[in-house]
């Protein structure tokens, strides 16, 4: 297991970390508690404790605020899940800053590709990611997709993000503005929306 990991934030009473096992009750309540809010997938709080190692946490006086998961799905791609900041924390920047420590820790575990599934692809396109076609993540497809209830009608998007060792996202101003399920306005050149800060 890797040493635990700690990310100290602008903010000095807001700290992203690692979780570790004593974590895992306030994850998976948080999750709970915004599962409609987040369109989150249930989990069960032995699927978080046996997956706590993957998490990344936001914590305020050791309070949990808000969490993410960097879950393979191949060698190569990998998967932002279970992402969700408390309602109170909401607007402070905590979620791109949860993506951008999974991407670091993704390009340094040796993933390509950092995927998400969502209703609202806006908040990853200003991170750099990129809108593609389901079938382009076929490991999503296989692992979980096809024994969805919702499979093919479930309304989320496929959003994209090439890693490389190194290097971390910011949020950047957004590439395309989301509208009615397509992107319009003036497109950049991907290499402009990932905007990389060396490590």
């Known amino acids: 297991m890797n040493a635990m990991r700690q990310y100290a934030s602008p903010a000095a009473a807001l700290v992203f970390r690692q979780a570790a096992a004593p974590d895992a009750a306030a994850i998976h309540r ?24 993957r998490f990344t946490v936001a914590v305020v006086e050791d309070a949990v ?6 879950a393979p799905l ?19 920047h905590i979620g791109p800053r949860l993506v951008s420590h999974l991407a670091t820790d993704g390009a340094a575990r040796g993933f390509s590709t950092l995927c998400a599934f969502t209703h609202d692809p806006s908040h990853f396109v200003r991170l750099g990611f990129t809108i593609v076609p389901h079938v382009w993540v076929p490991e999503k497809i296989e692992r979980d997709c096809r024994s969805c209830a919702q499979f093919r009608r479930c309304g989320q ?22 509208h009615g399920g397509r992107a319009v306005g003036r497109r950049r050149p991907n290499v402009e929306r990932l905007q990389l800060i060396p490590a």
């Open 30 to 53: 948080l999750i709970v508690d915004n599962l409609e809010a987040g369109h989150l997938l249930p989990r069960t709080l032995d699927d978080v404790t046996a997956n706590i190692a």
């Open 65 to 70: 605020i808000g969490c993410a998961e960097l």
């Open 74 to 92: 191949s060698g190569v791609v990998a998967e932002v899940r279970s992402l969700v900041v408390t309602e109170q924390s909401r607007g402070q």
């Open 157 to 178: 998007y496929a959003v994209t993000l090439p890693l490389r060792d190194g290097a971390q996202i910011r949020p950047a101003q957004p590439a395309a503005l989301i």
